[in-house]
């Protein structure tokens, strides 16, 4: 067969695949929000609607929930970016002593599970069993001021905190490559610092900050464990947590169908926020002032306050990745939940971790976490890797229109998008796929295969066109070439892509939370959940514990491949 | 060795369709250094690339060896992995991660005809060439430029084709070794009589190294000949003005003949004609600097004599350049450092009429 026929027909196959692992769900949440049928099984064209729209939006209800959802996201990505500009402030431009500690720490805090994170909040200020609040009645007595964490505050307090690794790392390669000449020149003109500071610095990075915090809110908006862990028990729901709900009592009640209309206006504001996203972003990029020359910006000094404000920074990483591991370490030798005192340390044992080996529903989960986590890693690698090479290094005339169909996925929340498989998979029952590992598999690897495309493309573009035309000159047609030259390559990319994958799917509970159905494809983040749910806290303290050392370990080998990664770029092409 | 005929390539882009080859022929002989001279986007990169098979043409046909590789008539375009070629990148395409003797191994190892120790010792051979012997285990990126070049080079000559693509592949030096360099490649490509299409916008390059020139201008061949043809007869402006330094007086022919007559703002200038042209037709007088001179005595039959005063005078180390104003317009010369020359004085200068040549304006 003629080779640039056969070229021609794996584009098309991968751009259709594409497509229909995109649009296929997205149609069905879309039809099952006009469905009237009793379940998504028996949902057909004659069956169609507006009284899920009308039940769910004429519910007085709603208007809470906007309002909520409202407080929680601008709340969170507020807290979030200025603790994030403070600390990239402090390691960029000030002399504040052991800055490493930062740089390896803050991304560090994005293996903690946002799920564990907010179970071990919980265990220091529930009002009821909460450790802080125990000892403050212990030494205050019975009207001591109670700390409560189900609350709208504490969701954005530990949301805010949650969201500023990413920003922390969006921020500082912006303030390290600002033009110290920018600055300087308004010194020359007669500012002082403060009004430098002011008129100059924070108006040249005030288009990256509102991106910044434009990205953040989006993340904050489609968080589904932080609001499920401390909101659902007091009954505090806004998006994400609303449409579980809707779907959980939909077992004794047919309004799978609300839950679809409530996500269509989740659908509206991501599209919306990508949209502003990304023209914010091609403004920002008007601003130059990311020249990609090395400067060594001049440093504020900090004077008298440089340990305090060590200390400060260290509290960060204290309260993000020491404190939730402490509690949990402590809870998992517990044989029942109590505060922290001589009593309860005499009667620790390893109890609950025997157990978790005895008990079968763990290994189970186990197993089918490992399935589910090892083939979602390799799909998104493998499906990013042939989606980038095609968008980035072929002719292929819908190229454009492929790589905004792989984003699309990254507007749409992990619940949103399980309630579309969840109808998908349902209606397609010719797949056997509904109630296994593989259709939680695959909803994930759609979620992530914005990420993974967008970090192939980087890699691939970092790629000389002419690294890859000297292998067809050299006599490697095209297979050979991408197997001798870009596989070796984007090795580095892909490995980091993989944990990256691996880190996340291990640990998100939205969208397995919808298709999960019964023992048969239980992954490690609903029997957490479950269990949470039904009190064994020691428990999944244990689980919990061995889950974050786990996840820390792979990030330090993430960290370690990033350095070689980027030392590969210093010499490559 | 190389037959290009009526080759048109068009690229798409965001602002519509850019044509940057409208219709080139070429035929480079066996054992030929052929350069393709012009500045940036003239379309010669695009020729060359055609000529690897990395660019798809939509009309014309392309013969390597006596391989048919393109004819967009007849339906047939052979990939670049199935045509005899060898070829330097500008950037020269080192892959980082293989080390020198893999680089250079990677062609040989994709025609899987040669056995292992085979290929040890055509590498070996190659690396020789290049004299980057001895440098078999480096990682590629520990190369300096020059070795890096050299490095490309060899690995575009270790299956011994029959063309030799350069694509700039002197851009990237600094200055002393891109000189030094122009001499080693010439000599080697010459050693192994390969022959070799070479792409460059660096008119001393072109002038050195090759054998013919062709000259290209919006996708275009404008003029090709000898090294010593294109610079003493340039047909047009743009090639008289691209390669070296001249003087050009706009103008009517007055009078035909041998040497004819042209009519400019600076008086009549004595000097050779176009083909065919006619009395009153617009030409343009092209002198180079180092053929004028300074001189008090009378016109010989075929010289002109102009007298001027000196503008400017630009001390350049070797030279001395000098601007005389002549009627409106500025004659640029060269004078040997020495010369006792005083700004504002007032000059005669000589202009051999052999040396003076008419273009079509």
């Known amino acids: 067969m003629n080779e640039s026929l056969r070229i021609s027909l794996w584009q098309h196959g991968i751009f259709l695949l594409v497509l229909f692992l995109v649009l296929a769900p997205l149609s069905f949440l879309i039809l099952g929000s006009f469905s009237t049928a009793r379940l998504p099984g028996d949902f057909s064209l004659h069956t169609m609607g507006l ?9 007085a209800s709603t208007l809470d929930l906007f309002a909520n959802t409202i407080i929680y996201v601008g709340g969170s990505a507020a807290l979030g970016i200025v603790l994030a500009v403070a600390l990239a402030w402090l390691v960029e431009r000030t002399n504040m002593p052991g800055k490493i500690f930062l740089y390896a720490g803050v991304p560090t805090t994005l293996a903690m599970p946002g799920m564990l994170q907010a179970m071990a909040w919980v265990l220091l200020f529930s009002p009821r069993i909460g450790f802080v609040n125990t000892w403050m009645k212990d ?38 490559s600002m033009d110290p000449s920018l600055e300087e020149a308004a010194a020359v003109s007669g500012a002082r610092p403060a009004s430098t500071l002011r008129k100059v610095t924070l108006k040249l990075l005030a288009p990256a900050l509102v991106a910044v915090m434009i990205y953040q809110a989006m993340t904050a908006l489609e968080v589904f464990e932080i609001p499920g862990i401390l909101g659902l028990p007091a009954g505090i729901y806004v998006f994400s947590t609303k449409i579980y709900a809707i779907v959980r009592t939909a077992t004794f009640m047919p309004v799978y169908g609300q839950a679809n209309a409530l996500a269509m206006v989740y659908v509206l504001i991501a599209v919306a926020t990508t949209v502003l996203y990304t023209r914010l972003i091609s403004r920002a990029e008007r601003y130059t002032i990311v020249t990609g020359k090395g400067y060594r910006p001049r440093q504020f000094d900090l004077g008298r306050w440089r340990i305090p404000a060590f200390i400060a920074a260290l509290f960060f990483l204290f309260i993000s990745i020491v404190l939730p591991f402490v509690v949990f370490l402590y809870a998992s030798f517990l044989p029942y939940l109590q505060a922290p005192s001589a009593a309860a340390f005499k009667v620790m044992t390893l109890k609950n971790y025997r157990l978790l080996a005895e008990y079968g529903e763990v290994g189970s989960a186990l197993r089918n976490t490992f399935m589910m986590v090892v083939t979602t890693a390799t799909a998104t690698v493998a499906l990013s890797f042939v989606v980038s090479l095609v968008v980035v290094r072929s002719k292929f005339w819908a190229r454009k229109l492929l790589d905004q169909l792989a984003f699309v996925p990254h507007a749409i929340p992990g619940i949103v998008m399980g309630i579309a498989f969840f109808w998908l998979f349902l209606k397609l029952d010719f797949l056997p796929l509904y109630g296994t590992i593989w259709a939680i598999s695959i909803g994930f690897t759609i979620s992530f295969l914005s990420y993974g ?8 573009l970092q790629i000389h066109k002419e690294l890859e035309e000297a292998a067809y000159v050299s006599g490697a047609p095209p297979w050979r070439t991408m197997w001798r030259v870009f596989v070796p390559l984007m ?41 949470w749910d039904e009190g064994y806290v020691p428990a999944v303290a244990a689980i919990g514990t061995l889950l974050m050392i786990s996840l820390l370990l792979l990030t330090v080998l993430v960290r370690i491949i990033g350095f070689r990664r980027h030392a590969m770029q210093m010499v490559g092409g | 060795m190389i037959r ?5 390539v068009r690229y798409q882009t965001e602002r519509g369709e850019v044509y940057a080859v409208r219709g080139i022929d070429l035929d480079v002989k066996q054992g030929q250094f052929f350069t393709l001279l012009g500045p940036s986007g003239c379309g010669k990169t695009t020729t060359l690339r055609s000529v690897a098979g990395l660019e798809r043409p939509y009309q014309g046909e392309i013969v390597v060896g006596d391989q ?29 991660h293989l080390n020198v003797f893999e680089n250079v191994a990677f062609p040989l190892r994709e025609m899987k005809k040669s056995s292992s120790g085979d290929i040890r ?85 072109a002038l050195t190294m090759s054998d013919v020139i062709a000259v290209m201008d919006g996708g275009q061949i404008v003029q090709r000949g000898t090294p010593h043809d294109i610079y003493a007869a340039p047909k047009n402006r743009f090639v008289a003005s691209f390669i070296g330094l001249s003087n050009f007086l706009e103008g009517r022919v007055k009078a035909l003949g041998a040497p004819g007559e042209v009519e400019t703002s600076s008086g009549v200038i004595k000097c050779l004609l176009p083909d065919g042209a006619a009395a009153g037709d617009e030409v343009i007088v092209v002198i180079r600097p180092e053929d004028v001179t300074l001189n008090d005595g009378a016109a010989g039959a075929n010289e002109n004599m102009l007298e001027g005063k000196i503008e400017a005078i630009v001390f350049m180390g070797d030279a001395l350049e000098c601007q005389v104003a002549v009627g409106a317009k500025a004659i640029r010369l060269k004078l040997h450092p020495s010369s006792a020359v005083a700004k504002g004085s007032t000059v005669r200068l000589k202009l051999p009429a052999a040396s003076c040549r008419a273009v079509r304006a």
């Not at chain 1, 009284?51 to 519910?59: Q, R, T």
């Not at chain 2, 393109?70 to 892959?95: E, H, T």
């Not at chain 2, 693509?165 to 490509?189: G, H, I, Q, Y």
């Open chain 1, 51 to 59: 009284v899920n729209y009308i039940s769910v939006y004429a519910d």
């Open chain 1, 491 to 531: 090795m580095p990319t892909f490995v980091g892509v993989w944990i990256w994958v691996v880190l996340h799917a291990v640990r998100i509970a939205g969208m397995p939370l919808i298709l999960a159905e019964g023992p048969g494809n239980q992954v490690l983040a609903i029997l957490i959940w479950n269990m």
């Open chain 2, 4 to 8: 290009i005929e009526d080759l048109h």
């Open chain 2, 121 to 205: 010792s055509r590498v070996r051979k190659a690396l020789a060439l290049v004299q980057l012997d001895g440098l078999e285990d480096r990682p590629a990126p520990f190369l300096s430029g020059g070795q890096q070049q050299r490095l490309a080079l060899a690995r575009a000559l270790v299956k011994e084709p029959r063309v030799l693509l350069l694509d700039e592949p002197l851009s990237n030096l600094d200055a002393k070794l891109r000189e030094e360099t122009r001499f080693e490649l010439r000599e080697l490509v010459k050693r192994l009589g390969i022959t070799t299409l070479y792409v460059t916008h660096d008119q001393l390059e």
């Open chain 2, 68 to 96: 048919l590789v393109l004819s967009c008539r007849r339906n047939v375009v052979v990939p670049p992995y199935k045509r005899d070629i060898g070829m330097v990148f500008q950037s020269y395409a080192i892959w980082p």
């Open chain 1, 453 to 460: 495309t967008r970090s192939m493309n980087a890699a691939l």
């Open chain 1, 139 to 176: 030494i205050f007595g019975p009207g001591a001021p109670v700390i409560d964490v189900y609350t709208l505050e504490g969701m954005i307090c530990l949301e805010g905190v949650r969201l500023v690794p990413t920003a922390f790392l969006m921020l500082v390669p912006l303030m390290r």
